[in-house]
């Protein structure tokens, strides 16, 4: 097609002529768009890492990661390396119709190349074994248990108190002022998964780690944040696809110094909204909502209760197998926390008197189910 | 009428002339085929033991007993395992067909048509007889396939099993028929071949079920 | 050269509609698997683009929810994997194998018929679903309890879920029964001289991916009928509240679906090796080294499904991370041997040596990024992240998608008897190659950085903006990178250069008849001694066929196959030779 010049320069010169010319137009390019170069290489370079580990576990990941990054880097390098070295050098010359040498096989390299990649990810999944047990470890007693469940489309995580058995305070806002999954630092802290109808993950890319949430069953696993991560906040998100609104099932994670964390804990166990008491107790409501529960949807947008009164919420939930509730909450946060029942059931929450104002109700299972409560 | 009968007797042992019969020996394509259709049955059955058994194994009691079913569904259940006759009679009808297919095998095989076309008959008369004594016995289980993952499973296991049963009387009825208009002999029986290793097959297949589902 | 004297039969391609719709030629099947096979490829890459369209930038800016977009992502996959690349690759060894084996068609011509129709149906089937509420939209791995139906509406209700079970069912069946024949066709009908171990590597990898389908598809087959069961006989199979396992889906699930990824690459690794050869001017490089990696993946694929699962908490996990590791040294034989197949070769580098090319490139990165998921904790990081969407395409759209283009370019002369333009072709290649490694490689950094998959649109604050951007442009790069693909189609199909039996200088028999060849394939074989017949035919190595047979009755059809009685001496093999000097 194209003429050639008779002789060719070596293949070796020209990979490396086009090595250095490439590189020199990447160096003019960054000058005269004054890109810095050398951040720039250093953040691509990153990038092929992942995002910083916070947690006791995620460090053990990341150095895995890591070691297994440089064996695969160096295999890409020879191998690649090696199929651009051929194309380049093993060209056939235009003209030129003799066969080259017919090598069928060799079985020395045949060997080789069976032992030398079997003793490499031999080491490989030893390392990656040792490194999994050492994640995977859950402590004998936690410092902290806290119970995640996973609904369609939201996240509520539950802290149990001492004797792991016990619900001492339930956090219904996932993520933002108020909300989300406090945690203490350099504290081991257990999390049991739990998911009343689809599975969901729960993944936060920083701890380098998620685990599947599975509808029967209650997987579980350790984390523990390291101490310079106080103050951070970390993002979470569901990693199975869960449906419609699994875009939107994020959460996140406070990580907070230790006694900060116990003052913290402390105070949401006093000021908890009032669970509504028994049925005895409470002054009888000045009004009585109804509320119905059918098809993960709310029959009704706009609630209004009197102010400065007791009322009840009667929550009739149609929906066989699907646990529904009623949470109220504000601006300033989480003001009542109804009682769970799954469909079909009814049950009758006792709210204690609000101040006049508006206010959102929802369901702590489903982001969806949710309404504005005007109370006058 | 041809200058090489060497290449013409090759021409008959090429393999693409051993499509029907293969006179080289060895198995033939049909025969092959069959085998190789029913590695793929054991394997569909494969995948639905295996659900079978991992359902059982995370069961805290099998058969399922209150408060994970009502108290008459455990009768029922129970019953099933406690009185199995009906399905071991069924057992027996079908050993009893696989014999009467093998011996329709060595009938043809010595050209004996007759006593292939009795033999014939006389499996898919138990194919039948089976089939209905199926039909009977869901009928007087008292359970359903929603009836918990008891029912399911036990309704899918054998519900498909049934459904290959009748398709193996459908095969053996054609084979009937044409043997019955003389078309197989010694030489020329493929179909009866390959027809009689599917019937086997069922038949070790309800015997697995049958220990699985109703003794195990 | 080994040519036949016959007249082409190039007539018969402009047959008429009936005969292609009632033929059983195994090489005009083979075109309408071909065929088809690239319809699906383009209407699941247009659901790709919708997909890649919603994710350029943050904000819902397509569609008002995720219903349409799971549908997108969800038949993409479903499409590519079971109405593309496994039809495609089945079509290929339609055409090819009984070719290269020089039998006249396969063992069960009209079973062969039956397995390309219910394609088809069972495509229309499950694209239906677009009619009637929805189409399947939990993704192509359909995982209860999300896929049962639930009262709610939040699980699977509706019509598509079971269009889907439905179609899958018809296409697995068909598949089925095309491996039931090609093992038949590879046992019983080899030409006379073809041992086993003279066979093409691409009638191995066909054999072994025939055995891969026979075993493991009806495993899918229970799976997707239990799933109907659930939902709509009251089933309890996948139902925790009743005694149900979710997890029981995945084990049946993935014991199917992980040997089926190497039903979907093998083919593919089956052609390369044709074409780097006879590109090369040199023999496949370890030979038997080759089948017996190419059994070792076949047999290892069996053992690993469950690191799909490991994220599940329900799995025994240094089992499975240890077979995953193994399955990485049958594969690193086979880039080797391919590589010393080039090394000191004479390589034009034509279209299909450039698609093969990408081929061992991009497959190799996802080989490479593939084990990083086999260490089990690095997996707890990546798993369910655009990392393992980087992977699943370097090996799928990098491996065999290259794979089957550089079988298009290479087998299009004889299917056809028109070469494609080579310019257009490369034209094709750089942009193909360009638009997918721009699409692909920025989701190693995506998921790396935490973008979990299958979400529809993601916050703006978290820092994946321009690698979502490069990603899209990409894949419209690739799509239009079909464009002159297409237009080269159309054109060589008209007035393409003749192409002659042997346009390559080929090694294998289907070169060794005319281009495209007569319904009965062969006129007259050239003898076997080796894999490479018509290279020993070509170099003086074997003779010619010496006798025609004059067949004794007008009505015999099955074509007349010579044999040479003389034995010849066997080629002197050149195991180890030294550079000349």
């Known amino acids: 097609m194209t003429s050639r010049p008779r002789s060719r320069p070596a293949p070796g010169a020209i990979a490396i002529g086009l ?358 | 009428m041809t200058g090489d009968a060497h290449a013409i007797a090759l021409q008959e042992h090429s393999p693409v002339a051993g499509v029907a019969h293969d006179e080289r020996g060895g198995i033939s394509n049909p025969v092959l085929g069959m085998i190789l259709f029913i590695t793929s049955e054991v394997m569909f059955f494969a995948g639905l033991f295996a659900a079978y058994f991992n359902v059982r194994a995370n069961a805290p009691a099998w058969p399922p007993i209150p408060p994970t079913v009502t108290e008459e569904l455990a009768e029922h259940f129970h019953h099933l395992k406690a009185e199995p006759w009906l399905a071991l009679a069924l057992t027996v009808i079908l050993v009893l067909s696989s014999f009467t297919c093998q011996f329709a095998i060595w009938a043809i095989r010595q050209n004996d048509r007759t006593g292939f076309i009795r033999n014939i008959a006389v499996t898919v008369i138990l194919g039948i007889v089976f089939l209905i004594g199926q039909g009977y016995d869901y009928t007087q289980l008292g359970f359903g396939l929603a009836d918990g993952v008891f029912g399911t499973t036990f309704y899918t296991l054998t519900g498909f099993h049934g459904a290959h049963v009748f398709g193996g009387v459908i095969m053996l009825s054609v084979l009937l028929y044409r043997g019955m208009a003389g078309q197989f002999s010694a030489r020329h029986h493929d179909a009866v071949e390959a027809t009689s290793i599917y019937w086997h097959f069922v038949d070790v297949v309800w015997i697995a079920l049958f220990s699985t589902l109703y003794i195990l | 050269m080994a040519t036949t004297t016959l007249t082409p039969a190039a007539s018969a391609y402009r047959s008429g509609l009936y005969e292609w719709l009632t033929t059983t030629d195994h090489k005009k099947i083979g075109i309408l698997y071909i065929v088809n096979s690239f319809i699906f490829f383009f209407l699941a890459g247009v659901l790709a683009l919708g997909v890649r369209a919603e994710l350029a930038v943050p904000g819902l800016q397509l569609l008002t929810d995720e219903h349409l977009y799971n549908q997108l992502f969800t038949m993409h996959g479903t499409a590519m994997l079971f109405l593309f690349i496994i039809p495609m690759l089945a079509g290929f060894a339609n055409y090819i194998v009984p070719l290269q084996i020089g039998a006249p068609d396969m063992a069960f011509p009209r079973i062969n018929a039956l397995s390309f129709w219910l394609l088809p149906l069972g495509g229309i089937l499950m694209f239906s679903g677009f009619l009637t509420g929805g189409t399947a939209a939990a993704g192509w791995t359909g995982y209860p309890p999300l896929s049962e139906d639930r009262p709610g509406g939040l699980a699977s209700s509706g019509p598509g879920m079971d269009l889907w079970l439905t179609g899958l069912i018809l296409i697995g069946t068909a598949s089925i029964l095309g491996a039931v024949n090609f093992l038949v066709t590879i046992f019983k009908m080899r030409a006379p001289g073809m041992t086993l171990f003279r066979m093409p590597i691409l009638v191995w990898t066909a054999l072994v991916t025939a055995v891969l389908v026979l075993m493991a598809t009806p495993v899918f087959t229970s799976a997707l009928i239990m799933l109907f069961i659930d939902r709509n006989y009251g089933g309890h199979f996948f139902d925790p509240a009743t005694g149900g396992n979710a997890i029981l889906w995945q084990n049946v699930f993935w014991f199917y679906s992980h040997p089926a990824v190497y039903v979907m690459v093998l083919p593919a690794m089956g052609m390369v090796s044709e074409i780097l050869p006879v590109f090369s001017r040199k023999p496949l490089f370890g030979y038997k080294a080759f089948i017996f990696a190419t059994a070792g993946i076949g047999a290892l694929g069996f053992s690993v499904w469950a690191h799909h699962m490991f994220t599940t908490g329900s799995v025994y996990l240094p089992f499975f991370s240890l077979m995953t590791f193994l399955i990485a040294v049958p594969t690193g034989v086979k880039m080797f041997n391919w590589i010393f197949t080039m090394w000191r070769g004479k390589l034009t580098l034509s279209t299909p040596l450039l698609f093969a090319l990408g081929f061992l490139s991009m497959f190799l990165i996802g080989g490479i990024n593939g084990a990083f998921s086999a260490a089990v904790p690095v997996d707890f990081a990546l798993h369910d992240t655009y990392w393992v969407v980087a992977h699943l395409h370097y090996v799928l759209f990098g491996g065999s998608v290259f794979g089957v283009f550089a079988g298009v370019y290479y087998w299009f002369p004889k299917m056809t008897g028109r070469m494609l333009n080579e310019t257009l072709g490369k034209v094709q290649f750089v942009l193909m190659f360009i638009g997918f490694n721009l699409t692909f490689f920025p989701m190693h950094v995506l998921g790396l950085q935490g973008m979990p998959r299958r979400i529809a649109d993601y916050a703006t604050t978290a820092g994946w903006n321009e690698l979502n951007l490069a990603a899209t442009i990409g894949g419209f790069l690739i799509a239009a990178s079909t464009i002159p693909f297409l237009w080269n189609v159309f054109v060589s199909l008209r007035s393409g250069p003749i192409a002659g039996d042997d346009p390559w200088e080929g090694n294998t028999l289907e070169w060794a008849t005319t281009s495209p060849p007569p319904p009965y394939n062969f006129d007259r074989l050239p003898e076997i001694r080796s894999e490479r017949p018509l290279f020993d035919l070509r170099h003086g190595l074997t003779h010619p066929a010496a006798v025609l047979p004059v067949p004794t009755d007008p009505s015999v059809t099955s074509p007349p196959v010579v044999v040479v009685d003389e034995p010849v001496a066997r080629p002197a093999r050149a195991r180890r030779t030294r550079k000349e000097p």
């Open chain 1, 19 to 376: 090595i250095v010319a490439a590189l020199l137009l990447l160096v003019v390019i960054a000058l005269v768009l004054r890109i810095d170069l050398v951040a720039g290489i250093r953040n691509a370079f990153d990038s092929l890492f992942p995002v910083r580990a916070a947690t006791a576990q995620g460090q053990e990941i990341r150095n895995l990661y890591d070691i297994v990054f440089y064996f695969a880097a160096a295999i890409f390098l020879l191998v690649e390396g090696l199929i651009v070295w051929i194309v380049i050098r093993d060209r056939r010359k235009p003209g030129d119709n003799e066969l080259p040498a017919q090598t069928h096989g060799n079985n020395l390299a045949e060997i080789s190349w069976t032992l030398i990649p079997t003793v490499i990810v031999a080491f490989l999944f030893y390392i990656s074994w040792q490194s999994l047990n050492k994640v995977e470890a859950v402590s004998l007693k936690p410092d902290l248990t806290v119970k995640a469940i996973a609904g369609q489309f939201q996240w509520q995580f539950v802290y149990l108190a001492e004797d792991g058995v016990t619900e001492a305070f339930t956090q219904v806002i996932p993520q933002g002022p108020g909300g989300g999954l406090s945690a203490p630092v350099g504290r081991n802290v257990l999390v049991l998964l739990e998911s009343p109808d689809v599975i969901h993950a729960f993944y936060v890319p920083r701890f380098l780690y998620k685990r599947d949430v599975v509808p029967g069953q209650v997987n579980r696993f350790e984390f523990r944040l390291n101490e310079d991560e106080a103050g951070q906040t970390f993002g979470g998100q569901c990693a199975e696809l869960c449906g419609i609104g699994h875009r939107t099932m994020t959460f996140e994670v406070n990580a907070l110094g230790g006694a900060e964390f116990d003052t913290w804990l402390q105070e949401q166990i006093d000021k908890a909204p009032a669970s509504p008491g028994p049925s005895g107790s409470a002054p009888p409501p000045a009004a009585t909502l109804a509320l119905v529960a059918s098809g993960i949807v709310f029959d009704q947008a706009t609630l209004s209760a009197p102010a400065d009164e007791p009322f009840a919420i009667d929550l009739d939930n149609r929906d066989a197998g699907i646990p529904h509730d009623v949470a109220i909450r504000n601006d300033s946060g989480l003001v009542f926390n109804g009682q769970d029942v799954t469909g079909p059931g009814k049950v009758v929450d006792n709210v204690p008197p609000l101040a006049a104002g508006a206010y959102t109700f929802f369901c702590t299972f489903h982001a969806n189910m949710t309404g504005t409560l005007t109370v006058q």
